[in-house]
Structures are given as C-alpha cells and as structure tokens.
C-alpha cells in the first residue's frame, strides 16, 4: 500500500523523541521543515504524491525555491537539507523505501561566524552590576557568573536542582542534549556565589535551584531577561548578549589558556568536535587569562 510523506513525519517525531532524545523544540523544527516541503510537493503536483514518487528533482527544485527566498538564509537551508536527509535516511531503514531520493543532495558550505563573547573588562562590568545587597541581586549573580564560568546550556542552568552542587568536590551535575549527564568543576568565584546564594534562598518545597519571587522553578525566558538587564545597566555595547553568549565566553576563555580542544568539548557537552572547533579562530589577545586566573573579578 502506498503511504505518503505526511503519514510518516509523524513516525519520524516519535523516532526523533525516544531513539534520539531530542528536544522538542529541535523535532518541532525538523517537523516544520519537512512539512514545509510536504506544502511544496502538493502545491507542484496539484496533491501529494507517495512517497514512493518523490525525486530529487522535487528535492533540487524545493532547495531552489528557498535559495531565491530572501527569508530564509544560508544556515536555514542548511538545516532544511539535513531534515530532509535524514527524514529519507529512515524511510529507508524503516524499509518504506528501497531508494533515496536525496543521494547527492550536500549541504553548501556556509561562511563560519566567529562567536561573540565577553573581554575580560566586560565580564568584570557585568559581575558588578547585580546588587548584591539584596536577595534578587544575590541570585541573579550567581546565575551570571554560573553562566560564564562553567559554560551551561540555558536550559541545563534552569534544571538544576539544589542536589546538583556537590560544594566537596566543586562540581556541578547537569544534563544536557539527549539527556547526557556531565560533570562540570566550579572555580572559587562561581563557588562562593552559589554559597552566599543558597544560605540566603528562601525555604522551599521546590527542589529548583534558581527560584523565582514566587519561590518556583526560574524560566528560561527570566534568566534570558536578567542577562540583558545587566548588560544594559553594566553599559556592555555588543549586540545580543545573551546566556548562550556566556557559553562562548566560557569556551574562549579556556581556548585564550590553551585548554585542549577536547577538553572544551567535554566541558562543553558538544557531541561532534567540529562544534567546538569554531573557538580555535577567535583571536588570543582579546583574552589573557582562563577562568581560574579570572577570580578576582
């Protein structure tokens, strides 16, 4: 019987969910490109074809239509292919077809952005400016110099738990992409501002490290707020300072120190080095010292 493109992504969802691990944000945008595509083969056919008479022509021709789209930029496209790659790539294992239609299809290469990050003189400006007299100041420090000095995910920061501290032996338990647990090591300054956070938290049946004023679980969204509220107010002039921004901050420090590229990998959770290998082109004399030269900020 044949089965069409449609019936499937849906299969592919559940695949991506419990073989994968990923995210649902990351299936959510893997499912929007490939339904995408689905639009464009009923729009080009009159209706959906089966999956069986899919082609790589219908696959060039769709690449073509986003490559004249102004919208959609170079890295979107690169995502688009590598959805639709790997969407065929389990048809076929899944035994729904013999043949690949995206055999050939390569990813172009994309010209590589360096990433933005903090000098030193700036990450000094923005560790000063929470006020550390009050409560909300307190947390919302240790939540930035969290960020940059262990290079945590946005989403890994909001998960933890109180648990995840391990003050004996300085390390801090998260679980990333895939759900992979790792162990990150604290330095001093990151350490004592999770003390003086901790003995200052509000008692709570909530579990959540970073609590809200309600005394729940941070989101992802606030602590997005409170980086940018002190970026403003430190007067930092880079665009689009962000906790992802921090992480880079994080993995060009230990690069400037001649950390090993591997050992960036780890800290860092990426599964692929060619991940990590973006923070070998930053420039050694922005930087001077390595996260545990940096305690006296």
């Not at 069409?4 to 490109?33: C, H, N, P």
């Not at 021709?61 to 490559?67: A, F, G, K, R, T």
């Not at 239609?101 to 010209?111: A, E, F, L, N, R």
């Amino acid at each position: 019987m044949s089965i069409f493109m449609s019936d499937v992504i849906a299969q592919y969802d559940i695949f991506l969910k419990v073989e994968r691990g990923l995210s649902e944000l990351t299936r959510q945008a893997y499912k929007f490109d490939l339904k995408k595509f689905v639009e464009f083969l009923i729009k080009t056919h009159a209706k959906e074809p089966h999956l069986l008479k899919i082609t790589k022509f219908d696959i060039k021709n769709y690449l073509s239509v986003l490559q004249m789209d102004r919208e959609y930029k170079s890295a979107t496209i690169c995502r688009t292919i590598a959805s639709i790659r790997n969407f065929f790539k389990f048809c076929i294992e899944q035994e729904h077809l013999k043949w690949d239609p995206s055999t050939g299809i390569y990813t172009p290469k994309q010209s590589q952005k360096l990433p933005i990050y903090l000098i030193e003189s700036e990450l000094k400006k923005l560790f000063e400016s929470p006020d550390k007299a009050e409560l909300m100041g307190i947390r919302d420090y240790a939540i930035i110099v969290t960020l940059s000095y262990t290079g945590i995910r946005l989403k890994e920061l909001v998960g933890l738990n109180c648990k995840s501290i391990d003050f004996e032996r300085n390390t801090i338990k998260v679980f990333g992409k895939g759900s992979k647990e790792r162990l990150i090591p604290i330095n001093s300054v990151a350490r004592a501002a999770l003390v003086q956070y901790l003995d200052q938290r509000k008692a709570t049946g909530d579990q959540a490290l970073f609590l809200n004023k309600f005394g729940k679980r941070l989101s992802g969204r606030s602590v997005e707020n409170i980086v940018r509220k002190y970026v403003l107010k430190s007067g930092i002039t880079k665009e689009r300072v962000s906790p992802h921004k921090l992480r880079h901050t994080f993995a060009t420090l230990l690069h400037i120190n001649e950390v090993d590229i591997i050992e960036i990998q780890r800290l860092l959770g990426h599964s692929a080095i060619t991940s990590t290998q973006i923070y070998t082109h930053t420039n050694p004399l922005k930087l001077k010292k390595a996260v545990d030269t940096l305690v006296e900020l």
